[in-house]
Every structure is written in C-alpha cells, then in structure tokens.
C-alpha cells in the first residue's frame, strides 16, 4: 500500500499536469481568436473552461496543447494571466505595504507621512514579483510534461449566458 506521502505527491503532480494542460489550452485558443474571453480553473479531475467556445475548438485546442506540451513546447504552460502571478504579486506588495507601516505609530498623520515609502516599497515589490509569477508557476504550480495524462471527456454546460466546459482526465 503506497505512503500518504506518495499518494499526495501524485494528487498534486496530477493537479500541476492539468494546470499546464489548461494553460497550453487557454493559450492556443487565444492564438486562433485573441476576442475570445476564458477563464479556466484546474481540479483533480481534469479542468474548467469558462467562456463561450465551440466545443470541436476546445478539443482540438486541447488535443494540439497535449501534443505541443509532449513535444517539448513546456513554454505553453505557463500563462500570463494565472492566478499563481497575481497571488506572488498580491503577496509580494502586501508584505512590502505592512513592512513599510511598521513602527508607523498612532495616527493618520503618520501613517500619511510614510506614503512615499509603502508605495516605493510596493512598486519595488511588484517590479519584483513581474519575474516571480512565471517562475512559481514553472516549478511550483504547473508540470509541462503530461506523461500519461489523456482526455478522457469534454462536457458543456450552458445556463443562460454562463458557458462552461468540464474537460475529464486520466493518467
């Protein structure tokens, strides 16, 4: 019987893999319509795409991202707009905004008084976490080789002006 710790390691080496794969996706269907407006959200089981697509053009933009991924394109999986760069950046300026309010003391005054150094401080910071962001997805968040993962089924649901699709895994 595998160790917890085994267990867990696959779980999130399952999550960064479907996290890559939803990157490449997002990034391939931006390529052949930059209009299109998605989002996506990765799981366990595979990953979420919000937005109004075709369903044949999400699968073959997930079928091409799976090929480019195993094909060495490791590039693709990580995106500009992940979240994973907005939390480094969000922790990077609010750690930055606290460190500059320390020994501030009582009152708006002086709490005015250090604006210049929180927003240098917090500029510093976010000049800083520009680089970060796609670093931590690289070698924290996603995992650009896929291995045996494959796309086992994609589902569409629609409510009214919601679109989503489920896009099922297994490796």
């Known amino acids: ?17 479907h996290h890559a794969l939803e990157h490449a996706t997002l990034q391939i269907l931006a390529r052949r319509n930059p209009r299109l ?7 366990l089981r595979g990953f979420w795409i919000i937005g109004k697509v075709d369903t044949q ?3 073959e933009a997930v079928d091409e991202a799976l090929l480019r991924l195993r094909n060495g394109e490791f590039a ?3 995106h500009p ?22 020994g501030s003391g009582e009152g708006w005054r002086k709490k005015l008084d250090r604006l210049p150094v929180v927003v240098t401080l917090v500029t510093l910071a976010l000049m800083v976490a520009r680089p970060l962001g796609p670093l931590f997805q690289a070698y924290l968040t996603t995992e ?3 291995g045996e993962l494959a796309v086992r089924a994609i589902n569409c ?15």
């Open 1 to 17: 019987m595998p160790s917890s710790f085994s267990f867990l390691r696959f779980q999130v080496s399952r999550l960064r893999r």
């Open 37 to 43: 407006m998605l989002a996506g959200y990765s799981d």
């Open 57 to 59: 053009d999400l699968q």
């Open 76 to 78: 693709l999986a990580i």
């Open 81 to 102: 707009n992940c979240g994973t760069n907005f939390a480094v950046s969000g922790l990077l300026a609010g750690s930055a905004a606290w460190l500059a309010m320390l």
């Open 144 to 146: 650009a080789q896929p």
């Open 157 to 171: 649901y629609e409510n009214g002006h919601f679109f989503a699709h489920r896009v099922l895994t297994r490796q």
